[in-house]
């Protein structure tokens, strides 16, 4: 009941496009749900968070979309560029449980 | 403002020893979390420490691992008598009180075991 699934393992997608990665939890009790970005050899940078109180949150060229009835939440990335490309990971939190949940991971690239 | 720091950035040992992770926490925070990263996998919890206590160490295996967070000084994230299964990535994480969801993490220690 703490997982958190994240899809996919691995997408591609042309400079300026829009890149997606979507995640389900089964957890009800998840308070709030950050994404990070991870470049090789560095560690986890906090991009974007929301609480389940809202549907969606905008920073930039981030997104996140939160869906609480379906338990997924989703990260678009408008415009996306070269320097985008990394890895993304969402987790959850929540108070009675310390410690962040995180999804497998999404390795992204983005072609020039 | 610096952020979470950690030491050594790389760390490579011979099975049956011993292997020291520092963390020093960003300036203000008062949580300490310990996540370790298998290559092409996520942040698996280990432990959660405030000063001198140890809060939740639900994620950290019984034998040969241990963390301490003391009042002075950086935490330790300790593993005695390392295997070849130990090699991963290990990332602190540090949180400011009430906001432990916000958790900003170190560039992590890579632990090689020969």
């Known amino acids: 009941q703490q997982q958190v699934k994240q899809s996919p393992q691995s997408l591609i997608v042309q400079k300026g496009g829009i890149s997606i990665i979507n995640c389900a939890y089964e957890?009800?009790?998840?308070?709030?749900f950050p994404w990070y970005q991870q470049f090789p050899g560095k560690g986890p940078a906090l991009l974007i968070a929301?609480?389940?109180?809202?549907s969606e949150k905008k920073e930039g060229r981030f997104t996140i979309s939160f869906n609480k009835s379906a338990k997924q939440f989703s990260l678009h990335i408008m415009d996306s560029q070269p320097g985008d490309s990394a890895t993304y990971f969402c987790?959850?939190?929540?108070?009675?449980?310390?410690?962040?949940?995180f999804g497998g991971g999404t390795r992204l690239m983005v072609k020039p | 403002n610096a952020g979470v720091m950690q030491n050594p950035r790389h760390l490579v040992r011979r099975r049956g020893q011993e292997a020291r992770l520092r963390c020093s926490p960003m300036?203000?925070?008062?949580?300490v979390y310990w996540y370790r990263q298998l290559p092409e996998e996520g942040l698996k919890f280990m432990v959660y420490l405030q000063k001198e206590n140890i809060i939740d160490e639900s994620g950290m295996p019984k034998e040969r691992f241990s963390a301490e967070f003391p009042k002075e000084g950086p935490s330790i994230l300790r593993i005695q008598q390392v295997v070849r299964g130990d090699s991963a990535a290990y990332f602190c994480a540090s949180s400011p009180l009430g906001h432990g969801g916000e958790q900003f993490f170190g560039p992590g220690t890579r632990l090689t075991v020969l």
């Open positions: 987790a959850a939190f929540n108070n009675a449980g310390n410690m962040l949940t």
């Open positions: 929301i609480r389940p109180d809202v």
């Open positions: 300036k203000g925070h008062s949580h």
């Open positions: 957890n009800t009790a998840f308070d709030y």
